[in-house]
């Protein structure tokens, strides 16, 4: 923080920008927009490796509840009977199981919800569905093995254009206290010639 003050006092200081700091400023402003696109051309990318994972998680947890389906039938029981009668167990252990495959429940029919939402979806909506309805442990797992791929499809290319532009918002919103500065001492030192 420090270092940071110090480094804002010394360009509130020193003389206005010339040729080569402005070109330098210009190329890291260039460099910095690069970046922010190349960032987010890879969102597409993030949110198909997000629904392959989606469709596994779906899978899983539907093998999950189909065997606790034949379990509670065995019983003579209804999923939600098998699920209550877990709940409302005095055993500590059998109730907190209730309430897991429950939980388990709720989530299985969300993320079938946000598959059909997907499949409904056009190219650049369904980033929207991932950020909409997030599932935290699909992502980790998406985020651990994601790898990057070069945006060659429209949406691709449209998240990367948008990404370069919001870099250079942000790089100017950052940099426009010190060209103020600097422009204001310009403007006195060519008042005083």
């Keep these: 923080m420090v270092e940071t003050a110090a480094l804002a006092a ?8 010339e040729g080569a700091d402005i070109f330098l400023l210009r190329t890291m402003s260039f460099l910095f927009a690069l970046v922010a696109g190349g ?6 990318e993030f949110v198909q490796q997000y629904r392959q994972r989606l469709g596994g998680a779906i899978d899983e947890l539907q093998r999950f509840m189909s065997d606790f389906d ?3 039938r065995t019983t003579g029981l209804s ?3 098998g699920i209550e009668t877990l709940r409302k167990n005095d055993d500590k252990l059998a109730s907190q199981r209730g309430r897991r495959i429950r939980e388990t429940e709720a989530r299985l029919a969300r993320l079938k919800r ?10 650049f909506r369904r980033i929207a569905v991932m950020t909409r309805q ?7 797992s998406a985020y651990a093995e994601f790898e990057p791929a070069i945006p060659i499809t429209g949406e691709g290319l449209v998240t990367a254009l948008a990404g370069f532009l919001a870099g250079l918002g ?5 940099a426009w206290p010190v060209n103020a500065v600097h422009k204001r001492r310009r403007n006195r030192m060519s008042m005083s010639t």
Aim: aromatic share 14%; net charge positive.
């Design 170 to 174: 942000i790089w100017k919103f950052f």
């Design 114 to 123: 946000q598959q059909s939402d997907f499949r409904d979806a056009g190219s």
């Design 39 to 44: 960032l987010a051309s890879q969102m597409p």
């Design 79 to 81: 999923r939600a009977q």
């Design 134 to 140: 997030f599932d935290t442990q699909i992502a980790k």
């Design 10 to 17: 010394h360009f509130c200081r020193s003389k206005p920008l």
């Design 70 to 72: 034949r379990d509670a």
